[in-house]
């Protein structure tokens, strides 16, 4: 019977909308899909060091859920998520110096998520959101979906350039400014305090959130630790924190922070989009920190990040030829590269591969353009000798391509 019906059925006639047609996949996935080939060392994905991942101490809290929550842990739940863990991360915040309680808590599935409901709760087509020049593409990719137009300011060694800023909110009346604070995907580099202040108070003046897209902070592995935006900047400050990067990504956690009154609409919307996140891995996330695996967890990753891009930078220090530059990061997981102006890392990087080694070319970073002489380098996910290797080929490939 099916395979008649079959012979029938047409679906590339369904009328799906076109604006999903046209969407385009993530071009670092497809990247990813060339660099996982055996024997390229990657410094594409943005992924963790999985040898880091705490599977025995993860194996035991998941153990002590189901016999400590039972059937409440597979029950369906609510959609801002269950109490003791947005206890949990409103205390964290205020010790952060932002005085928040579960009210001002939603939690997502991954930031990414977050960054989802918000441009779902905001963007109408032709609307437009304000960012850092370079930024990160996942962002972009969910506000493509609605339509959003760009207004983009340029980034120095201090982060966005905030003077900027206000001219241009006057001209294009963004609905939103989308920043990634600390240690940025895809620069590393971290927003200085002074112009922390300053966005808070435009922000506030404007009436415009900011959203502080905020999934590095936790691991700053040198350098004096910065405010958060959200502690700067109070209701003016929508801040989307995960677990993905200081525990383990598959499980899908993260958290919003914002006021109460915003928080009510992300959570109608979050209803929408999948009733709730899982309330099983919520509840193994919620033992794991409660029972203190945290903190000495993100230790560990920060000794181990450090040592990374030290290996790194040495490598690039040693290796590269002059007329490029590149990031210092003091946390986070990325580095950046800026080519001298007449050389593409988009060109590059079939050459890269056929090397065996992969990175992400900048381009798709910027929302309008440009970039064409810039990459992104990841430093958590490869082992030390890669690294070195990696990088010394890279050196070679830049030298032959001067
Ligand atoms: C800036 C930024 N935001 C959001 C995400 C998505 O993270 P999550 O796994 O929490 O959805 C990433 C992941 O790399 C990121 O770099």
Same mark, same amino acid.
């Given at each position: 019977?099916?395979?008649?019906?079959?012979?029938?059925?047409?679906?590339?006639?369904?009328?799906?909308?076109?604006?999903?047609?046209?969407?385009?996949?993530?071009?670092?996935?497809?990247?990813?899909?060339?660099?996982?080939?055996?024997?390229?060392?990657?410094?594409? =994905?943005?992924?963790?060091?999985?040898?880091?991942?705490?599977?025995?101490?993860?194996?035991?809290?998941?153990?002590?859920?189901?016999?400590?929550?039972?059937?409440?842990?597979?029950?369906?739940?609510?959609?801002? =998520?269950?109490?003791?863990?947005?206890?949990?991360?409103?205390?964290?915040?205020?010790?952060?110096?932002? #005085?928040?309680?579960?009210?001002?808590?939603?939690?997502?599935?991954?930031?990414?998520?977050?960054?989802?409901?918000?441009?779902?709760?905001?963007?109408?087509?032709?609307?437009? #959101?304000?960012?850092?020049?370079?930024?990160?593409?996942?962002?972009?990719?969910?506000?493509?979906?609605?339509?959003?137009?760009?207004?983009?300011?340029?980034?120095?060694?201090?982060?966005?350039?905030?003077?900027?800023?206000?001219?241009?909110?006057?001209?294009?009346?963004?609905?939103?400014?989308?920043?990634?604070?600390?240690?940025?995907?895809?620069?590393?580099?971290?927003?200085?305090?002074?112009?922390?202040?300053?966005?808070?108070?435009?922000?506030?003046?404007?009436?415009?959130?900011?959203?502080?897209?905020?999934?590095?902070?936790?691991?700053?592995?040198?350098?004096?630790?910065?405010?958060?935006?959200?502690?700067?900047?109070?209701?003016?400050?929508?801040?989307?924190?995960?677990?993905?990067?200081?525990?383990?990504?598959?499980?899908?956690?993260?958290?919003?922070?914002? $006021?109460?009154?915003?928080?009510?609409?992300?959570?109608?919307?979050?209803?929408?989009?999948?009733?709730?996140?899982?309330?099983?891995?919520?509840?193994? #996330?919620?033992?794991?920190?409660?029972?203190?695996?945290?903190?000495?967890?993100?230790?560990? #990753?920060?000794?181990?990040?450090?040592?990374?891009?030290?290996?790194?930078?040495?490598?690039?220090?040693?290796?590269?030829?002059?007329?490029?530059?590149?990031?210092?990061?003091?946390?986070?997981?990325?580095?950046?590269?800026?080519?001298? /102006?007449?050389?593409?890392?988009?060109?590059?990087? $079939?050459? /890269?591969?056929?090397?065996?080694?992969?990175?992400?070319?900048?381009?798709?970073?910027?929302?309008?353009?440009?970039?064409?002489?810039?990459?992104?380098?990841?430093?958590?996910?490869?082992?030390?000798?890669?690294?070195?290797? =990696?990088?010394?080929?890279? /050196?070679?490939?830049?030298?032959?391509?001067?």
């Amino acid at each position: 019977m099916s395979i008649e019906i079959n012979s029938r059925v047409h679906p590339e006639k369904w009328r799906i909308a076109p604006h999903v047609l046209d969407l385009e996949t993530s071009i670092i996935r497809e990247i990813l899909k060339i660099s996982s080939q055996p024997g390229v060392i990657s410094f594409a =994905g943005g992924l963790p060091a999985p040898e880091l991942f705490p599977l025995e101490d993860i194996k035991k809290v998941t153990l002590e859920a189901i016999d400590q929550y039972g059937a409440d842990s597979i029950q369906y739940s609510l959609s801002s =998520g269950i109490v003791p863990i947005r206890e949990l991360f409103a205390k964290r915040a205020t010790e952060e110096g932002s #005085i928040s309680t579960t009210a001002n808590i939603l939690i997502t599935s991954g930031s990414q998520q977050g960054i989802e409901l918000i441009a779902r709760a905001f963007i109408d087509p032709g609307d437009y #959101i304000l960012t850092e020049n370079p930024t990160y593409v996942g962002a972009l990719q969910a506000f493509d979906y609605y339509r959003a137009r760009y207004i983009t300011v340029d980034m120095d060694d201090d982060g966005m350039i905030v003077d900027q800023v206000a001219e241009k909110i006057e001209k294009y009346q963004p609905k939103l400014i989308y920043t990634v604070s600390n240690f940025q995907n895809p620069t590393g580099v971290t927003m200085s305090e002074e112009r922390r202040r300053q966005l808070v108070d435009l922000a506030a003046g404007y009436d415009i959130p900011v959203i502080d897209d905020n999934p590095y902070g936790d691991i700053r592995f040198s350098g004096e630790p910065m405010p958060t935006l959200k502690s700067l900047g109070g209701d003016a400050v929508i801040e989307l924190r995960t677990i993905s990067k200081i525990i383990a990504p598959g499980f899908r956690i993260g958290w919003m922070n914002g $006021p109460t009154r915003a928080i009510t609409q992300f959570e109608k919307v979050k209803q929408c989009a999948d009733l709730h996140t899982s309330n099983f891995t919520q509840y193994v #996330i919620y033992e794991y920190i409660r029972q203190g695996f945290l903190e000495p967890h993100i230790e560990k #990753i920060k000794a181990d990040s450090l040592a990374k891009r030290a290996a790194m930078i040495r490598t690039m220090d040693e290796t590269f030829p002059p007329g490029i530059k590149w990031t210092r990061p003091d946390g986070g997981l990325f580095l950046w590269v800026e080519l001298p /102006a007449h050389m593409s890392g988009k060109e590059l990087l $079939p050459k /890269a591969v056929e090397m065996k080694v992969a990175y992400v070319y900048g381009e798709p970073f910027f929302p309008n353009g440009g970039g064409e002489n810039t990459l992104r380098l990841n430093f958590s996910n490869a082992t030390h000798e890669e690294i070195v290797e =990696g990088i010394t080929r890279l /050196a070679k490939l830049f030298k032959e391509n001067l």
